[in-house]
């Protein structure tokens, strides 16, 4: 659904009716993944399920990541083939290292993030050692 929309107007932009694909318990394992592009240039993107987030019924998370150094700073990608909402990196240990550009986010299946941590005097190595990803699914 391609919508256009002035600046700053308060207009609805789509009116969507799910009802068919939601019938039963498939509002268990359906979501909604929306993106917002601005001439040409996604600017925002996220999901929305059809029950509380701790319902959906969701498959194991094999969240692949690739880290490697890119000059002052350590770019970390990561990948699933399922959903993966609420998708965590954090490092181990001090709080104050956390600083990637985006810590939380939801994993599209077959979409890759990139995010962005600057260099905190930890080797490549030691960088990968202390890094933790984790999904809704692995929370509980």
Same mark, same amino acid.
């Given at each position: 659904?391609?919508?256009?929309?002035?600046?700053?107007?308060?207009?609805?932009?789509?009116?969507?009716?799910?009802?068919?694909?939601? +019938?039963?318990?498939?509002?268990?394992?359906?979501?909604?993944?929306?993106?917002?592009?601005?001439?040409? +240039?996604?600017?925002?993107?996220?999901? =929305?399920?059809?029950?509380?987030?701790?319902?959906?019924?969701?498959?194991?998370?094999?969240?692949?990541?690739?880290?490697?150094?890119?000059?002052?700073?350590? =770019?970390?990608?990561?990948?699933?083939?399922?959903?993966?909402?609420?998708? +965590?990196?954090?490092?181990?240990?001090?709080?104050?290292?956390?600083?990637?550009?985006?810590?939380?986010?939801?994993?599209?299946?077959?979409?890759?993030?990139?995010?962005?941590?600057?260099?905190?005097?930890?080797?490549?190595? +030691?960088?990968?050692?202390?890094? =933790?990803?984790?999904?809704?699914?692995?929370?509980?």
């Amino acid at each position: 659904c391609e919508v256009d929309i002035a600046p700053l107007a308060d207009t609805l932009g789509a009116s969507l009716d799910f009802s068919a694909e939601l +019938e039963g318990d498939s509002r268990f394992r359906r979501f909604l993944a929306y993106r917002l592009d601005v001439p040409g +240039e996604p600017v925002s993107y996220g999901t =929305q399920t059809f029950c509380p987030p701790k319902h959906v019924d969701l498959p194991a998370a094999a969240i692949a990541v690739d880290v490697h150094r890119a000059n002052d700073r350590y =770019q970390i990608t990561v990948c699933c083939p399922a959903y993966a909402p609420f998708t +965590e990196l954090r490092l181990l240990g001090d709080a104050p290292k956390n600083r990637f550009s985006d810590n939380y986010f939801d994993l599209l299946p077959g979409v890759s993030v990139t995010v962005d941590h600057p260099d905190n005097g930890l080797s490549l190595r +030691e960088f990968k050692k202390q890094l =933790q990803i984790r999904a809704l699914r692995d929370s509980f």
